[in-house]
């Protein structure tokens, strides 16, 4: 009965961890799929946002929409997951705590370089072509200078390095993108300036 209880623990606690890093991603990823005018979210979710509105008595704008949806949609899936992770934890014995750490830190890192891969990618698109070449060219000449200076490890850290500053110069050296005035900054006719009696 105690490995019961306690195999139940440890399913608690990684379906709780694992959902609440999938209820942050899922809200991350629903709000800016809405936001670019793409539908998002599964059953769930779209349940949650319905339930939501009818409580609120006003519907939920589309990115708060997208939030609600890939919060329920990714707590549930990944708090499915984490209980699984859990109890397979749990059956390990003594090393229980060593395997829900570590794959509580791999999803905590897995949902990391996903938010941070998108939100470069997502730059790069807003910052255009000359971006990935200045990357480009930035690489090339990180991991040639790494490399004759440090060998394996100079390849690496310059080209990260040569990566970074390369997207950083192109992004600078790009003009400034022109502004066209709309209808309500347009500049006004030149009033009549006859005295008003003529």
Known sequence: ???????????????A?????????????GALARASGKAAGAFLGEVVARTLER??????SP?????????????????????LVGVIAGHSGPDAAAVLTTACTAILLLAGGAVVLGTLAYALVEAGVWTVAGMFLGAMLGALAGA?????DGLFYGTLAGILLGALAAFLSR?????????????????????ADC
């Open 175 to 195: 003009g400034r993108p022109c502004h066209t005035l709309t209808a309500e900054e347009e500049l006004p006719a030149e009033e009549d300036s006859r005295p």
């Open 148 to 152: 004759s200076l440090a060998a394996g």
């Open 1 to 15: 009965m105690e490995e019961r209880i306690r195999i139940f623990f440890w399913a608690l606690g990684g379906g």
């Open 17 to 29: 961890f694992f959902g609440v890093v999938g209820a942050l991603f899922g809200a991350l990823a």
């Open 63 to 83: 990115r708060a929409a997208g939030a609600v949806t890939g919060a329920a949609d990714g707590a549930l899936f990944l708090a499915v997951l984490g209980s």
């Open 55 to 60: 409580a609120r008595q006003r519907r939920l």
